[in-house]
């Protein structure tokens, strides 16, 4: 198994649908993120749990609800994208030292990511 | 606020030329953390190197080199006699002490080393 998996690889939906991807790490890690990396921007930090509570929102909007039921998985529910939504959603995790989901952690592992194409 | 400029989007060279990467910095804070990374096709980011700001002593690991000046707030990512295996996308990320999981990332480098 590698360290985080992420599924789908590639979706593609409608601005109508409801679809969730999937992240999860065996690397006993205590923290997750989302990114979100688009064509010539920085990838952006989405969302960050800590010991499965979220500690995190950068201004996502709501149509993006993370879920993460335990320190292995992360889900992000995805409902009435827009075509700008369309991006490359990695996933990460990493062990943190630290309270309130900030502190220091050697380094990030990512999964290889799911590209989300919006129609 | 804190921010990453990679100014260079593409560079092309060929195998075993050598290679820098610019990355330039903007904080406020004394204390910080500078970062590398690699995204190879698969999509992956993938850790090459994490350095705080008490420590501009340059690094080198194998084939690969980093040159920290506070004085340009640069952070300059080397690669030495670059091979095929070489090519992916290079991030400079930038971090406050104390939240090192959150980083802020630049745009990019796509590095494409031809045979």
């Known amino acids: 198994e590698t360290g985080v998996t992420q599924t789908p690889r590639h979706l593609v939906m409608g601005m109508t649908n409801k679809k969730s991807l999937k992240c999860e790490q065996h690397l006993g890690h205590n923290a997750m993120y989302w990114y979100k990396q688009s064509a010539k921007k920085p990838l952006e930090l989405m969302f960050v749990?800590?010991?499965?509570?979220?500690?995190e929102n950068n201004s996502v909007p709501s149509r993006f609800s993370p879920e993460c039921p335990n320190s292995s998985h992360l889900f992000l529910h995805l409902h009435t994208l827009q075509p700008e939504d369309s991006a490359l959603y990695l996933c990460?995790?990493?062990?943190?030292?630290?309270?309130?989901?900030?502190?220091?952690?050697?380094?990030?592992?990512f999964g290889e990511g799911s590209r989300l194409t919006v129609l | 606020a804190q921010k990453v400029t990679q100014a260079q989007t593409e560079i092309s060279v060929v195998e075993k030329e050598d290679v820098t990467l610019d990355c330039v910095y903007e904080?406020?804070?004394?204390?910080?953390?500078l970062f590398w990374y690699k995204q190879p096709p698969s999509g992956e980011l993938v850790f090459l190197i994490r350095r705080n700001s008490f420590d501009e002593q340059n690094e080198i690991s194998g084939r690969y080199s980093w040159n920290f000046q506070k004085s340009t707030s640069s952070f300059n990512f080397t690669i030495t006699a670059s091979q095929v295996v070489d090519s992916a996308v290079y991030f400079c990320a930038l971090s406050r002490s104390g939240a090192t999981n959150k980083l802020i990332f630049g745009t990019g480098t796509l590095l494409a080393v031809q045979p």
């Open positions: 904080t406020r804070d004394t204390t910080y953390y």
């Open positions: 749990y800590s010991l499965e509570e979220r500690v």
């Open positions: 990460a995790s990493s062990q943190v030292i630290g309270r309130g989901g900030s502190g220091n952690t050697g380094e990030l592992f």
